[in-house]
């Protein structure tokens, strides 16, 4: 303030220089102004708020701290404050020296010092009571427009403010309940409710989602959850509270569904757990059913098994005399007996052979077997076979073969031929009269793939539709009436059908009662690149070679009739022979003669077929001699099991006697 007029008295020094020392540290702002508006002096926090050195400072006018587009008001202003005893007050925003603008309050009064008006201003940066207010503003906004329900009330209880959310909770507009009591949002039953929150909240304590009840404008009750603050005045006095409240009607009615959820859930699991006890009981007796039922099946193979046994060895003892008896010179009548009785056996055999067939599949004993083989063969003999059955029937016979078919296939010819066989059969069986028609057609190829479809149409009895469903299961035949016309066990289909499911296949059929049937077989099979040899070259010659006998074949045979039906067979069919009735003495035979074929029965006594086998390889002198089972035993592994055991081939009781002539036609 050196630009003041001063005294010599001292206690206007004193007192200029106090006021000197306000002026300059001043928190505020202080400028001092002529009348037209130049800067005549400011202060440090002046200095400072506008970036501008004392010397800059005072070479400014008030346009020059104030914003350009109010270059009109601040004129007014200006010219207000010059003319008026009271000064004035105003808001306004003031330009530092890099451009930036900031806001102030500003009061400012004229002063007349040694006859000349002055303009003293008191200027407050108010940027952060603004920032403040704004801040106050924006979380007024909030409260005001929350969805929970924000409210305050004094010590007494009387409410005191009420945003939207209220309103939109309990019904009531701020005109309509600020002044009220908070008794009137609390149900009679919770009227007690109030002084608890209050003297708790005197206490300066806290309540935290504390769920109760509340009444709305229109008596309804609603289910809330409620957060109580204490409010502090100024002084830190506790001189109300601030309560907020949530609306958890919805999720109190979803807790309540939840409960007799997890009520009726637990009654459930309770219920599962009596029930996952009785099927652990239950399976724990299945288990031991299971294993009983295992261990009768077992018994049941191993006795269908022996029963095999037991019935091939006399039945091979009654077809091989039966086919020897045929070689003698017989009367005509004492043909026809014969044909009867090699007819009667063969049916026997046929049965044995269903049964077998169906144990071993139950059992799982029954394996596709994948080898090359000759389609071509097959089928010319079940054209050879049809043709001579329809001829014997006076039926016709139609058959066409696909020009386009692959015959050197890969596959499991023996039961693919069973199948056909058994297709073969049931039409000539269930044919009086008309026709029987065989096909076999390509119906795909990919790569080395072939698909093939075999069919065998017939004019026969038909199926009736009721019986339609029941056709491929086991031991069914179409009614009774039938059953004592047409004989058989009911399996071929039955077995057919498991067997074409091991070779990927299916056989369906397509019928109408009293007009026949038409049965299909398909099949998918790799063609055989490689060189096989037809099956006919297997098929022995009818003229017997001198050459045979100079071949001796060891018989290994404890049946004395079936050792006899075989000696005579082989005797017939020209060739040498010796005979053994146990392993041992076969093992013994072996040292002194020049055996070039052994056949071998499996079941003997002393030494069994497989252990003889395996010591008759041992000895390297006789380890490529062919020895081939001859056996009744027909359920476990059959071929397979021979061959593991150092066999060369099998033929199974009982055979035929030109079965035999081609199995040694085939090693000698």
């Given at each position: ?10 206690l206007?020094?004193?007192k200029?220089?106090i006021?000197?020392n306000?002026?300059e540290?001043s ?17 440090l926090?002046?200095l ?12 400014k ?6 914003i350009?587009?109010?270059?009109l008001?601040f004129?007014?202003?200006?010219q ?14 003031h ?14 009064v004229?002063?007349?010092i ?12 108010i940027s ?15 409260v ?9 009330k ?7 403010s ?5 309103k939109?909770?309990y019904g009531?507009t ?26 708790k909240?005197k206490?300066?304590?806290k ?12 008596g309804?009750?609603?289910f809330?959850?409620?957060s ?9 006095n ?8 949530r ?11 939840l409960r007799e959820?997890y ?8 219920e ?6 009785e099927?652990?009981?239950n399976y724990e ?8 039922a295992?261990?009768a099946?077992?018994a049941?193979?191993q ?6 046994h037991?019935i091939r060895t006399?039945?091979n003892?009654?077809?091989g005399t ?10 005509n009548e004492?043909l026809?007996?014969?044909t ?9 055999l046929?049965?044995i052979n269903s ?9 799982g004993?029954y394996?596709?077997v ?6 071509k063969?097959i ?21 066409n073969v ?6 050197n296939?890969?596959g ?9 066989t058994?297709?073969i059969?049931?039409a000539?069986?269930?044919t009086q009269?008309?026709?029987i028609?065989?096909?076999?057609s390509?119906?795909s190829?990919i790569?080395?793939k ?10 026969g ?11 491929f299961?086991?031991?069914v035949?179409?009614d ?17 059908k498991?067997?074409?499911?091991m ?13 026949g049937?038409?049965f299909y077989f398909?099949i998918?099979l ?5 060189d096989?040899t ?16 100079k071949n001796?074949i060891l018989?290994?045979?404890?049946n004395?009739?079936n050792m ?7 005797k017939?069919?020209g ?19 020049d055996?070039?074929?052994i ?12 252990d003889?086998?395996?010591i008759i ?7 490529n001699?062919p020895?081939?089972?001859m056996t ?5 592994g ?7 055991n150092?066999m060369?081939d ?9 079965k035999?002539?081609?199995l040694?036609?085939k090693?000698?």
């Amino acid at each position: 303030m050196g630009n003041l007029p001063s005294k010599k008295n001292p206690l206007i020094t004193d007192k200029l220089e106090i006021y000197k020392n306000m002026f300059e540290n001043s928190k505020d702002i202080i400028l001092l102004f002529d009348i037209n508006g130049n800067l005549i002096d400011g202060n440090l926090a002046a200095l400072k708020s506008y970036g501008y050195s004392k010397s800059e400072l005072l070479q400014k006018n008030i346009s020059h701290i104030r914003i350009k587009t109010e270059s009109l008001t601040f004129k007014k202003q200006f010219q207000l404050a010059a003319n008026s005893k009271e000064g004035v007050e105003f808001h306004t925003f003031h330009v530092r020296k890099d451009g930036s603008n900031f806001p102030v309050e500003v009061k400012s009064v004229a002063l007349t010092i040694n006859s000349e008006k002055i303009i003293f201003s008191v200027i407050r940066d108010i940027s952060k009571r603004l920032i403040s207010e704004s801040e106050l503003r924006i979380l007024a906004s909030i409260v005001e427009y929350s969805d929970d329900a924000i409210i305050s009330k004094n010590l007494n209880g009387i409410l005191t403010s009420w945003n939207n959310g209220a309103k939109i909770l309990y019904g009531y507009t701020k005109e309509e309940i600020i002044g009220k009591s908070l008794s009137v949002l609390i149900p009679p039953k919770n009227s007690d409710e109030l002084n608890v929150i209050l003297d708790k909240i005197k206490l300066g304590e806290k309540i935290d989602h504390y769920e109760t009840t509340r009444l709305r404008k229109d008596g309804k009750e609603v289910f809330v959850s409620i957060s109580v603050s204490p409010i502090r005045d100024i002084y830190g006095n506790i001189c109300g509270a601030s309560t907020i409240a949530r609306d958890i009607t919805e999720t109190i009615k979803k807790g309540k569904e939840l409960r007799e959820k997890y009520d009726e859930l637990s009654a459930v699991y309770e219920e599962l757990i009596a029930t996952e006890e009785e099927l652990r009981t239950n399976y724990e007796q299945l288990e031991e059913s299971k294993a009983a039922a295992d261990k009768a099946n077992i018994a049941k193979t191993q006795f269908l098994a022996n029963m095999s046994h037991e019935i091939r060895t006399p039945l091979n003892g009654i077809i091989g005399t039966i086919d020897l008896l045929n070689l003698t010179n017989l009367t005509n009548e004492q043909l026809e007996y014969i044909t009867m009785l090699k007819s009667s056996s063969n049916i026997l055999l046929h049965t044995i052979n269903s049964i077998l067939d169906i144990s071993k599949i139950e059992a799982g004993k029954y394996e596709v077997v994948t080898k090359p083989f000759d389609l071509k063969v097959i089928i010319d003999r079940i054209i050879k076979e049809l043709s001579l059955a329809c001829s014997k029937n006076g039926l016709l016979f139609k058959y066409n073969v696909d020009s386009s078919l692959q015959f050197n296939l890969l596959g499991d010819s023996l039961k693919l031929n069973q199948i056909l066989t058994n297709l073969i059969s049931n039409a000539i069986k269930f044919t009086q009269n008309g026709y029987i028609s065989f096909n076999a057609s390509k119906t795909s190829q990919i790569g080395n793939k072939i698909g093939i479809k075999f069919s065998v149409e017939d004019s026969g009895i038909g199926i009736k539709d009721t019986f339609k469903n029941q056709i491929f299961k086991k031991f069914v035949q179409q009614d009774s009436s039938y059953t004592k016309t047409y004989q058989g066990t009911g399996l071929g289909l039955a077995i057919s059908k498991e067997l074409a499911k091991m070779m990927d296949g299916d056989i369906w059929f397509e019928s109408k009662s009293g007009e026949g049937s038409t049965f299909y077989f398909s099949i998918e099979l790799d063609i055989d690149t490689s060189d096989i040899t037809s099956a006919n070259s297997l098929v022995a010659a009818d003229v017997i070679s001198p050459d045979n006998f100079k071949n001796t074949i060891l018989v290994v045979e404890d049946n004395e009739i079936n050792m006899k039906i075989v000696s005579s067979m082989i005797k017939k069919l020209g060739y040498n022979f010796i005979t053994a009735g146990n392993g041992m003495d076969a093992i013994n035979l072996l040292k002194n003669n020049d055996v070039k074929l052994i056949l071998m029965d499996v079941q003997m006594p002393i030494l069994n077929g497989y252990d003889t086998t395996k010591i008759i390889r041992n000895n390297s002198s006789n380890e490529n001699i062919p020895i081939v089972a001859m056996t009744a035993y027909s359920m476990v592994g059959d071929r397979e099991l021979f061959l593991e055991n150092g066999m060369t081939d099998y033929i199974g009781k009982p055979f035929e006697f030109d079965k035999l002539k081609e199995l040694l036609s085939k090693y000698l």
